[in-house]
């Protein structure tokens, strides 16, 4: 499949990719070539535990694990993939956006790498991604981190709708995503209160497919893996955002319970990953020591 990638990247602030993994493209048969950073094995640490980072709904990787990468270099292989139709790299397809797809995406990477088992972290979508992999392929899934996600996206009605303005988006709502996004510009911010990273957070969404981002959304709204824990799921943690009026707190809570995951409160909102990495980074370090320790 033919890949429709963007030339050239956003530029971040200056120093906030310290610690990024290099980029590597990959030959994924049937799928296409994509770009994945990857920090490789170690020559210290060649039994370094492999952690596949999976982001949110509209992000990148790069938005997403920004403040997370510098953190786990030194005890873990990083790999980091943008999602189907996200950020300048996801793989771009005609087809229906699928959850599905993009779990086997992750698998295909893996086998790309060489990589047999690994521990998968999933934010928000990329929680619902995770799950999936590990559902699918159990034996590839060694534990999950599930960070401010849920088993199920509610309210799914809304998300649901995204269907059907998914298939015309292309060319019926192109006018509209380019004033969404002058406005959004002209009032100088996405939420996340630093300048220099709203105005990166602005360049990196716009290189997603309009289509393909809907039809994500669409997805998460059918999305359920309930009803929770099997003989086949591997150790789990799930890192909460107490105050995440996205995915709710309370079903944050409810797939930790469901998979009896062990948990760790994160005092921040959906943005916690970028706007409360002092919080996050740690309950997420202290998540992956959790799952490696069951």
């Given at each position: 499949m033919p890949v429709d990638q963007p030339a050239v990247d956003p530029q971040p602030p200056a120093g906030l990719l310290d610690g990024a993994p290099p980029y590597r493209w990959?030959?994924?048969?049937?799928?296409?070539?994509?770009?994945?950073?990857?920090?490789?094995?170690?020559?210290?640490?060649?039994?370094?535990?492999?952690?596949?980072?999976l982001h949110g709904w509209w992000v990148d990787a790069d938005l997403n694990w920004c403040?997370?990468?510098?953190?786990?270099?030194?005890?873990?292989?990083?790999?980091a993939l943008d999602h189907r139709g996200h950020g300048a790299h996801g793989l771009r397809t005609r087809r229906r956006f699928r959850?599905?797809?993009?779990?086997?995406?992750?698998?295909?990477v893996a086998d790309a790498l060489g990589i047999g088992r690994f521990t998968v972290v999933g934010y928000s979508m990329g929680g619902a991604v995770a799950q999936l992999v590990q559902l699918r392929?159990?034996?590839?899934?060694?534990?999950?981190?599930?960070?401010?996600?849920?088993?199920?996206?509610?309210?799914?009605?809304?998300?649901?709708?995204?269907?059907?303005?998914?298939?015309?988006?292309?060319?019926?709502?192109?006018?509209?995503?380019?004033?969404?996004?002058?406005?959004?510009?002209?009032?100088?911010a996405l939420g996340i209160g630093d300048p220099e990273i709203d105005r990166w957070a602005r360049a990196a969404i716009r290189q997603g497919d309009?289509?393909?981002l809907l039809g994500a959304g669409a997805a998460l709204g059918r999305f359920d893996a309930r009803p929770g824990?099997?003989?086949?799921?591997?150790?789990?943690?799930?890192?909460?955002?107490?105050?995440?009026?996205?995915?709710?707190?309370?079903?944050?809570?409810?797939?930790?319970?469901?998979?009896?995951?062990?948990?760790?409160?994160?005092?921040?909102?959906?943005?916690?990953?970028?706007?409360?990495?002092?919080?996050?980074?740690?309950a997420l370090e202290r998540a992956l020591a959790a799952v490696a320790a069951s």
């Amino acid at each position: 499949m033919p890949v429709d990638q963007p030339a050239v990247d956003p530029q971040p602030p200056a120093g906030l990719l310290d610690g990024a993994p290099p980029y590597r493209w990959l030959d994924l048969p049937g799928r296409g070539s994509l770009v994945v950073r990857d920090s490789g094995p170690s020559p210290d640490r060649p039994d370094a535990p492999v952690v596949i980072l999976l982001h949110g709904w509209w992000v990148d990787a790069d938005l997403n694990w920004c403040r997370t990468y510098a953190a786990l270099s030194d005890r873990h292989r990083m790999v980091a993939l943008d999602h189907r139709g996200h950020g300048a790299h996801g793989l771009r397809t005609r087809r229906r956006f699928r959850l599905a797809d993009s779990a086997e995406d992750v698998v295909a990477v893996a086998d790309a790498l060489g990589i047999g088992r690994f521990t998968v972290v999933g934010y928000s979508m990329g929680g619902a991604v995770a799950q999936l992999v590990q559902l699918r392929h159990p034996g590839r899934t060694a534990a999950m981190v599930l960070c401010a996600t849920a088993a199920r996206f509610a309210p799914a009605r809304p998300l649901r709708l995204l269907r059907w303005a998914a298939r015309p988006a292309r060319w019926l709502l192109a006018p509209a995503w380019r004033v969404v996004w002058w406005v959004a510009e002209r009032r100088g911010a996405l939420g996340i209160g630093d300048p220099e990273i709203d105005r990166w957070a602005r360049a990196a969404i716009r290189q997603g497919d309009l289509g393909l981002l809907l039809g994500a959304g669409a997805a998460l709204g059918r999305f359920d893996a309930r009803p929770g824990p099997s003989s086949t799921t591997p150790p789990a943690a799930v890192v909460v955002c107490t105050r995440d009026r996205v995915v709710p707190t309370a079903g944050q809570r409810e797939l930790a319970e469901g998979l009896a995951a062990h948990v760790e409160e994160v005092d921040g909102d959906h943005l916690a990953c970028v706007t409360a990495a002092d919080h996050f980074v740690p309950a997420l370090e202290r998540a992956l020591a959790a799952v490696a320790a069951s």
